[in-house]
């Protein structure tokens, strides 16, 4: 091999490491069945289609377990930070914790925490807002509600407001269980989140 040709080789390698390894941000979504795609194609879920817009500047790591909870997730997010480094993190959790009627200074505390493990490793939290069926009671149901706002503005953290009412009453936007969107609606969620991520991602 000459020196020209070995030369050449070194700088491919070297273009093709850099392309491998260089994103603008990293974005873990750590989340329940809403982010991991239950009863769908993981393909077709709002995740994946949020990555698919964002490549290949940015990088999406989907950190989501269905039926995972705010406890859960808090147990696991020390290890994810450390192992990805992210820039960002979606915590969308609590879901699991008001349909098992859990106390919500419990899921607020949990959420609380998350955030400021974000804080700490220099990432940005964003906060999904979530609701739960009205079968709950009005008086749960609108204090659940409400956690995701409170805690936004206490602790000063972006806020991807619930705007998934119309799914609910929409035919074909819901699977049969009655709770877990279908592929038709993945687009409409990742537009949700989109309209709050993309102006993080460009500042």
Excluded at 13 to 35: K, Q, R, V
């Amino acid at each position: 091999m000459s020196c020209m040709q070995f030369f050449i080789k070194r700088l491919c390698c070297l273009f093709l490491l850099l392309g491998a390894n260089t994103y603008g941000s990293t974005l873990l979504i750590l989340g329940d069945s809403l982010s991991a795609g239950y009863g769908i194609d993981p393909e077709k879920g709002w995740v994946n289609l949020l990555r698919e817009d964002l490549k290949p500047q940015h990088n999406v790591i989907n950190g989501s377990i269905s039926g995972d909870t705010s406890g859960g997730g808090l147990s696991r997010l020390p290890l994810l930070i450390e192992k990805y480094n992210p820039d960002f993190v979606i915590l969308e959790l609590g879901g699991n914790d008001g349909l098992r009627g859990q106390p919500l200074r419990l899921m607020k505390s949990n959420l609380a925490k998350m955030i400021n493990l974000c804080f700490q490793s220099s990432a940005t939290p964003i906060l999904f807002g979530m609701r739960i069926p009205p079968n709950y009671g009005r008086r749960y149901t609108e204090a659940f509600a409400k956690v995701y706002a409170q805690l936004a503005e206490e602790t000063k953290t972006v806020l991807i407001p619930f705007e998934l009412e119309e799914l609910a009453i929409t035919p074909g936007m819901i699977q049969q269980d009655g709770l877990h969107p279908t592929e038709q609606a993945q687009p409409i969620i990742k537009s949700a989140v989109s309209k709050v991520v993309f102006p993080l991602l460009v500042n």
